[in-house]
């Protein structure tokens, strides 16, 4: 799915509104009605307007024409909402189309004997079974969903993510995980199949966005809940009135009443909740971001607790040389050479930033290898190196390591250094000849530009952001107070990570955190929104309820966004449609009660032109007023970080406010229209 079918989609495509306008007509389908009871009551009520209307004008009465006119716009009032949600489905499908044209139906290479790559046969991909081992190779388009077991290479994962680099897949790690629909670019692949044909990462991709509508949030049902009351409310109201109509002499036509009940019901965020909870769904995938349900998406607006990985998240994940740090009596240039020398192997952005400080601090250069024997790193050592055809051994590595090494005691000038660059945030990479320390690499964790400041946005937003590193407790605080985050946890394993998240859980906190490896599964699938980067492993996407197409783990910070934005939208437009239904009281209850109580003209502040043309002015502005926000539901209100308190004060003035007044105004021009058609 590329990236300017997304982000570029506008807000009313030609194809999206002519699909929606069919689409209105075919959800007027009961079945489908009853999912909204606000739409549904309107609906029952249109179909009794629509009675009383054909029994007026077959028995030719005096209020024929107005029934037909208000039977005709309460069918609009429900066409619009039906529109409304069918526009933000619309905008779903069409993204899913575009997930679709990424399939492929090519065959796989299906390998005959595992431990031949060059014995393999053609077989139909949906012949394929899991735990088969297949066989890509450059140029070839990825099948099906698989694990690396064998083999590296880099991979186009544009028609998935839309960013045009390859990227790297190998065995082993947390990069091993594959897509049907991508592409080899080089090199080859030995797969074995992940999942079947229709249960593939694309498949369960497109159901989830096409599925969208049919999600209802916790938040939403609740809210569903509010809006039956206050129908059921408004019609016990409406149902009471004739009698006390009859009490004062005044017969009220049923038509009337149910023009009444529709304007007094909440229609407005009734035809509206559906549209505005796909299109948050929505506003993620046009991020790159895939919702697995509604739930998560909503969670992310309540927030409270953010756990971010400082590799990647923080800093940009290569540490760099910084500095070399020598121990009295010896030299920075016979330090620097013999970092120079034990990193000329070492393929690491680590080894080859300390040759590439050597070169610019010293001139130093080695390129004559005659001789020298590399010592790589393993997990078990914690330190690499070489061996020099003279005898002489040099290592660098973990200062508890090469100290041990070396068999060195206690030497305050080494402490003094290591302990200055943990502090300042840095990795101290010492380095020995010979069983003798030389000093110290200055190693660098590099913070992005700009986090500090987005940090400071989030606390605004009242959310605590929590830095986990496997860095000791001095590193991570240095770079912890660098970057501005509230707290962090060093030396972080699976267990703390897990530990933390329920910790915070059971303090009634709501806690977010981003992953991409096996090992984060446990956390993923506790925490409240758990983002799993696309490039991550299987149990990781699996165990998530969010997945970054683009395995950006700051996505997280704008998955928030939009979840606030959501909640915002939400709460704004429903703000809205309860405050214009004060504008309707004035509109129709005096049109319906002055000849009865003539005082009651005074409520008449607009001066509408009669009776008839109040409530049909009214009943008019009920329908339309849906079409006129339907931008708003699908583009989100703007979200500003403040503090809750301020942002109540805002949406109370914008949308309270604006919800009091724009009907006074609405109905009084909509009112003059309509009487300067009747003396027409």
């Given amino acids: ?14 194809k999206i509104l002519q699909a929606a306008i069919l ?153 091993s995980s594959v897509t049907g629909g991508t592409r080899l670019v080089s090199d080859w692949l030995v797969l074995r199949v992940t999942a079947s044909q229709g249960e593939t990462f694309l498949d369960r991709m497109i159901a989830l966005v096409e599925g969208a509508k049919r999600q209802k949030t916790p938040n939403e049902i609740a809210l569903d809940i509010l809006l039956a009351g206050l129908t059921l409310v408004f019609l016990v109201v409406v149902v009471t009135l004739p009698a006390f109509a009859s009490w004062s002499g005044t017969e009220i036509p049923v038509i009337y009443l149910a023009a009444l009940f529709v304007t007094l019901i909440p229609t407005t965020i009734g035809g509206l909740l559906s549209a505005i909870g796909i299109a948050g769904m929505d506003r993620l995938v046009k991020a790159n971001v895939v919702a697995k349900s509604g739930r998560a998406v909503e969670a992310a607006g309540d927030i409270d607790v953010l756990l971010l990985d400082k590799t990647g998240t923080i800093t940009f994940g290569n540490r760099m040389a910084d500095a070399f740090e020598p121990v009295p009596g010896v030299g920075e240039r016979a330090l620097a050479e013999a970092a120079l020398l034990a990193s000329l192997a070492d393929d690491t952005p680590e080894g080859k930033s300390i040759v590439d400080l050597a070169g610019r601090k010293f001139g130093l250069a080695q390129t004559d290898r005659d001789g020298m024997t590399f010592v ?124 933390l998240i329920r910790k915070e859980q059971a303090e009634g906190r709501l806690v977010a955190m981003c992953g991409d490896g096996s090992n984060d599964a446990p956390a993923l699938a506790q925490a409240d929104v758990g983002v799993a980067m696309n490039s991550g492993t299987a149990a990781a996407k699996e165990a998530g309820n969010l997945i970054d197409l683009d395995s950006d783990p700051t996505k997280l910070i704008e998955i928030v966004l939009v979840g606030k934005q959501l909640l915002i939208s939400r709460g704004a437009l429903t703000t809205f449609s309860i405050a214009n239904d004060v504008a309707k009281y ?24 009669t009776p008839q043309s109040a409530i049909l002015s009214a009943i008019i502005f009920n329908a339309l007023v849906i079409v006129a926000l339907i931008p708003i539901a699908l583009k989100g209100v703007a979200y500003i970080p403040t503090s809750a308190s301020a942002l109540l004060s805002r949406n109370l003035a914008i949308y309270g406010l604006g919800g009091l007044i724009v009907p006074f105004i609405g109905i009084k021009v909509i009112d003059l229209v309509v009487d300067l058609l009747r003396l027409a």
Avoid: C
């Fill in 376 to 499: 790589p790193f393993t997990a078990q050592t914690r330190m690499s190196g070489v061996d020099l055809a003279d005898g002489t051994s040099i290592r660098k590595g973990a200062s508890d390591a090469i100290i041990r090494l070396a068999g060195a005691g206690a030497d305050p000038a080494l402490d003094a250094i290591i302990r200055k660059i943990a502090m300042s945030g840095g990795t101290p990479l010492v380095v020995a000849r010979d069983g003798s320390i030389l000093g110290v690499v200055h190693l660098k964790d590099i913070i992005k530009p700009g986090i500090r400041e987005r940090f400071a946005e989030l606390r605004r937003m009242g959310i605590r952001t929590v830095m986990i590193t496997g860095d000791n407790p001095l590193t991570a605080a240095a770079i912890a107070a660098e970057a501005g985050v509230d707290d962090f946890l060093a030396e972080a394993t699976p267990e703390r990570k897990l530990e």
């Fill in 1 to 14: 799915m590329s990236k300017s079918s997304t982000a570029e989609m506008s807000l009313f495509e030609p």
């Fill in 586 to 609: 004035f509109a129709i209850l005096p049109a319906l009660f002055v000849t009865a109580y003539p005082g009651l003209a005074v409520l008449d502040i607009m001066g509408l032109g």
């Fill in 23 to 175: 689409q209105a007509f075919a959800k007027l389908d009961p079945r489908s009605l009853v999912r909204n009871p606000v739409m549904f009551v309107t609906a029952l009520v249109s179909v009794l307007a629509t009675i009383l209307a054909a029994r007026e004008s077959a028995t030719g009465g005096p209020n024929a024409f107005i029934a037909i006119q208000i039977a005709l716009w309460l069918w609009f009032t429900v066409l619009f909402a039906n529109f409304a949600e069918a526009v933000a489905e619309g905008r779903g499908k069409a993204r899913a189309d575009a997930f679709r044209a990424t399939k492929t139906s090519a065959r796989a290479k299906l390998l005959v004997e595992a431990a031949r790559r060059d014995l393999w046969q053609y077989k139909d991909i949906n012949g394929v079974a899991v735990d088969d081992l297949i066989l890509v190779e450059a140029g070839d388009t990825i099948p099906i969903d698989g694990e690396v077991i064998e083999g590296v290479a880099s991979v186009d994962e544009s028609a998935i993510t839309g960013e045009s680099a390859p990227v790297i897949r190998e065995s082993g790690g947390d990069r």
